[in-house]
Structure formats: structure tokens, C-alpha cells
Nanobody, 123 residues
Framework: VQLQAFGGGLVQAGGSLRISCAVSGRTFSDYVLAWFRQAPGKEREFVGAISRSGSTSSYADSVKGRFTISRDNAKKTLFLMMARLKPEDTALYYC?????????????????WGQGTLVTVSS
């Protein structure tokens, strides 16, 4: 399984950005998918995760109400729509896949990772 995140960039505080993750390999709908992020000098943290069908999602408190995770099983793509961005959202954003039925927040549960896409929010 290979994951490739893309779509990061520079955006002003208060703006919006959508990042994507293309997944290849095994059947896309076999995976729970998630986004994590890592800011400079900080540990990787959970952002959001979505179930195999897309019917269930989970978010970190810091992004709840601002970020929306979604997936297109036909196009084998994971999305993260980010709105009302803040400078503290600046980080390298990683997509991850887990062969499970449970939506996990623990990065140790995820078996496959993309290379990350950089999101920079200017104040």
C-alpha cells in the first residue's frame, strides 16, 4: 500500500485549504484512514480519522468544527478540508492507513504512512 499526500501550501490565517491523499495498492475500502500532523519541535499528533465506509469520523478537539475529513472510495482518495486556519495549524500533515474496523486516534495503530505535505499558515 502506498499513500501520497499533496495539496499543502501557504495560506493566511482565517483562510481555507484542502489537502488530499492518494492511496494505491489493496482495496481502498479495507482501510480506516487518518490525518496526523507534526509541527516543528513537536510530536506528531492526531488530527482526524474516518471509517472504511466514511460514515464515522473522529477529530482532535483542536480542529473540531474547523476541519472536515472525507474520502472518495471510487477515486481512492482521502481529503482534509481545513477552514478558519490558525498559525498553530502550521505543520507537516501526514495521511495514514489502518487495516481495522475501529477508527483509531493512536498513531501506533496505523501501518501505512504517506510522506507528508506542508501546510503553513501566516498570521
Amino acid at each position: 500500500v502506498q499513500l501520497q499526500a499533496f495539496g499543502g501550501g501557504l495560506v493566511q490565517a482565517g483562510g481555507s485549504l484542502r489537502i488530499s491523499c492518494a492511496v494505491s495498492g489493496r482495496t481502498f475500502s479495507d482501510y480506516v484512514l487518518a490525518w496526523f500532523r507534526q509541527a516543528p519541535g513537536k510530536e506528531r499528533e492526531f488530527v482526524g480519522a474516518i471509517s472504511r465506509s466514511g460514515s464515522t469520523s473522529s477529530y482532535a478537539d483542536s480542529v473540531k468544527g474547523r476541519f472536515t475529513i472525507s474520502r472518495d472510495n471510487a477515486k481512492k482518495t482521502l481529503f482534509l478540508m481545513m477552514a478558519r486556519l490558525k498559525p498553530e495549524d502550521t505543520a507537516l500533515y501526514y495521511c495514514a492507513a489502518d487495516v481495522d474496523i475501529v477508527v483509531n486516534r493512536d498513531s501506533r495503530k496505523y501501518d501505512y504512512w504517506g510522506q507528508g505535505t506542508l501546510v503553513t499558515v501566516s498570521s
